[in-house]
């Protein structure tokens, strides 16, 4: 079955920064690829998503990046602010199979 | 209106006792599921539904049940409580399985 880790676990950057969170998949026929973003003691929301036939897609101060040959794609926040301040989850999934998700990295952004 | 609410938020039982969460969905959704986020903050799937069936059953205790009474509800009903089950267990639909998933707020389940 699909297996995605996610790197680095913590990451801690100063306001107005750039954050990069980068995961791996292994199931080359995943097509689906979200970000979550969740609270302390929130659900987890989606925040930006890519399919396969894409390789960028950005939404303000995000972007996620696909390089379906290597299988890895990166989460990218710049001008980072200290509501950015969550834990992050990329996932993965096939046509109507389940979302997997990796292993999730904190992001703690100083003012 | 919640989208996807699942009862209790908080839980607190006994070791052996027999519990139940329930959750529903307003979405129309056909796949609903139940993950399952442990202390280091890990979402682990437990289950997946699509329009009442069962197409996922990932390798968890069969102490650990899910029903679907219909399209808009499962509910997971767990057997003889064990301290390890502690944790906080979501649920979440989707319209299928390959788009964005709409999460509950938790069930923070205690077993003492």
């Known amino acids: 079955g699909e297996n995605v880790e996610q790197h680095p676990s913590t990451l801690s950057v100063q306001e107005g920064d750039s954050a990069v969170i980068k995961c791996t998949y292994s199931?080359?026929?995943?097509?689906?690829f979200p970000w979550y973003k969740q609270e302390l003691g929130k659900r987890p929301q989606l925040i930006i998503d890519?399919?396969?036939?894409?390789g960028e897609k950005k939404d303000q101060r995000i972007a996620v990046t696909l390089n379906k040959t290597a299988k890895h794609f990166s989460l990218h926040i710049t001008e980072t602010q200290p509501e950015d301040s969550a834990v992050y989850f990329c996932?993965?999934?096939?046509?109507?199979?389940?979302?997997?998700f990796g292993t999730g990295t904190r992001l703690q952004v100083f003012p | 209106d919640t989208a996807v609410s699942q009862t209790p938020k908080y839980l607190v039982t006994q070791m052996g006792n027999d519990k139940s969460i329930k959750c529903e969905q307003n979405?129309?959704?056909?796949?609903m599921y139940w993950y399952k986020q442990d202390s280091k903050k890990f979402l682990k799937i437990m289950f997946s539904?699509?329009?009442?069936?069962?197409?996922i059953n990932e390798t968890v205790p069969n102490r650990f049940s899910p029903k679907s009474p219909d399209k808009a509800h499962l509910n997971l009903h767990i057997n003889s409580l064990e301290l390890g089950d502690s944790a906080v267990y979501f649920c979440?639909?989707?319209?299928?399985?390959?788009?964005?998933?709409?999460f509950g707020q938790g069930t923070r389940l205690t077993v003492v």
């Open positions: 979440a639909s989707s319209p299928d399985g390959n788009t964005e998933a709409f």
């Open positions: 199931d080359s026929a995943s097509n689906y």
């Open positions: 890519i399919r396969s036939n894409v």
């Open positions: 996932a993965a999934s096939k046509w109507t199979d389940k979302l997997i």
């Open positions: 979405l129309g959704h056909d796949t």
């Open positions: 539904y699509n329009n009442k069936e069962l197409i």
